[in-house]
């Protein structure tokens, strides 16, 4: 039997793959994964060294906790697939915006335990950052197990299920903003004449300072902002630039139809 299962195997398992074998929460022959591409399967096998099935049905028969790692349309189709081999003993965990757990439990027919999570792709490197609903029936040692690996790429936090949406939008899909905004950083930054490899070493150092000093100092990010505009300085005037062009604005209306999306 093996640990955990993923059925599909793009990059956010990949993410989890790869936090969860750096962090020892799992050894890569406890793995098994399954994917429709058979080329990158056998190329994420070379990769981490875990098992890898034909079929999704060999996932879900031989493992103790089962990923539902496809697209969120392919749900349906897949749990149908699985779902004459499901049993009390095994965990289903979703990663799918907009599949609730009482959705999912209804498409297996089955009073599955299911623990519906939102994770995101900084899992790779140990930074993920994972919002967790558990099922009604999910008991203490379940989520400690689930818990166990969710943590071995990142930070988690257990949240009510109406907030999915949300979660979704400012950390599941986050990561693409906080990149364009590493990425229009360092373009101003060759236009100042800096090198491509150095103006993305410095945008990207800052952004990560500035995210932990968030974490750490526990002073809300308008004070993290003023301490760095001095009077009359440069600081003040890029910020002024960016209001006028309307920053704080665009990040919400994106984050706004990212979660309505997610609904």
């Known amino acids: 039997m093996y640990k955990i299962g993923f059925i599909g195997c793009g990059n956010m398992a990949k993410a989890m793959i790869g936090g969860i074998i750096a962090k020892k929460a799992a050894l890569p022959d406890e793995i098994i994964a399954s994917r429709r591409d058979g080329e990158a399967l056998e190329s994420i096998k070379n990769e981490f060294g875990i098992c890898t099935a034909d079929s999704n049905v060999e996932v879900m028969r031989g493992?103790?906790?089962?990923v539902l790692a496809v697209k969120p349309y392919m749900y349906e189709k897949v749990i149908e697939e699985i779902k004459q081999d499901i049993t009390y003993?095994?965990?289903i965990i979703t990663i799918a915006p907009g599949k609730s757990v009482a959705w999912v439990k209804e498409k297996f027919d089955f009073d599955a335990k299911i623990i519906r999570t939102m994770p995101n792709t900084p899992a790779l490197v140990g930074e993920g950052m994972?919002?967790?609903?558990?099922?009604?029936?999910?008991?203490?040692?379940?989520?400690?197990?689930?818990?166990?690996?969710?943590?071995?790429?990142?930070?988690?936090?257990?949240?009510?299920?109406?907030?999915?949406?949300?979660?979704?939008?400012?950390?599941?899909?986050?990561?693409?903003?906080v990149f364009m905004f590493i990425e229009a950083?360092?373009?101003?930054?060759?236009a100042g004449g800096m090198s491509r490899a150095s103006?993305?070493?410095?945008?990207?150092?800052?952004?990560?300072?500035?995210?932990k000093m968030v974490l750490e100092t526990g002073m809300h990010p308008a004070q993290l902002k003023d301490m760095v505009c001095s009077p009359a300085g440069t600081t003040i005037e890029a910020v002024r630039v960016l209001e006028e062009k309307g920053m704080r604005s665009s990040v919400i209306e994106a984050m706004l139809a990212c979660a309505e999306k997610a609904r």
């Not at 950083?185 to 060759?190: F, I, P, T």
């Open 63 to 66: 493992s103790e906790i089962v």
């Open 185 to 190: 950083m360092a373009d101003a930054a060759v």
């Open 130 to 177: 994972t919002a967790v609903v558990p099922g009604d029936n999910i008991t203490e040692d379940d989520l400690k197990k689930v818990m166990t690996i969710l943590n071995s790429f990142g930070k988690t936090e257990i949240v009510s299920e109406d907030v999915m949406s949300a979660v979704t939008a400012v950390s599941g899909s986050s990561p693409a903003y």
């Open 199 to 211: 103006a993305y070493k410095f945008a990207a150092q800052s952004v990560l300072g500035s995210a």
């Open 89 to 91: 003993d095994k965990i």
